[in-house]
Nanobody, 123 residues
Framework: QSQVVESGGALVQPGGSLRLSCAAS????????IGWFRQAPGKERERVLC????????DLDSDVLGRFSGSRTNANNTAYLQRTGLKPEDAAVYHC????????????????WGRGTLVNVCS
């Protein structure tokens, strides 16, 4: 019933820009926090940032601070992840997930996960 679905993944050249979308359904979207995570081959899932119910996005991993931005449009039950200047190390499957707490995005405690959308960065 509660579901989030990612879209927007693509193959992008280094230095390019990308915007991912996370469409939610089946729950009260505007009271949930939305987290963005990524997982590259052979690596553990990494939290990129968290978008609280207030709309404020925060980078939760020091390795990606300042590299991504998040936003949400509650009227459309959609959250976004944006990045300019993509680098090869940004290539991964990107997931969004919802958290009923509304303010945080605990990696091990998200309530629902999307299947992911693939982002590749290469020439």
């Amino acid at each position: 019933q509660s579901q989030v679905v990612e879209s927007g993944g693509a193959l992008v050249q280094p230095g390019g820009s990308l915007r991912l979308s996370c469409a939610a359904s089946g729950f009260n979207f505007d009271t949930y926090a939305i987290g963005w995570f990524r997982q590259a081959p052979g690596k553990e899932r990494e939290r990129v940032l968290c978008i609280g119910r207030s709309g404020v996005s925060t980078d939760l991993d020091s390795d990606v601070l300042g590299r991504f931005s998040g936003s949400r449009t509650n009227a459309n039950n959609t959250a976004y992840l944006q990045r300019t200047g993509l680098k090869p190390e940004d290539a991964a499957v990107y997931h969004c997930a919802a958290h009923s707490g509304g303010f945080g995005c605990p990696t091990g405690g998200m309530n629902s996960w999307g299947r992911g959308t693939l982002v590749n960065v290469c020439s």
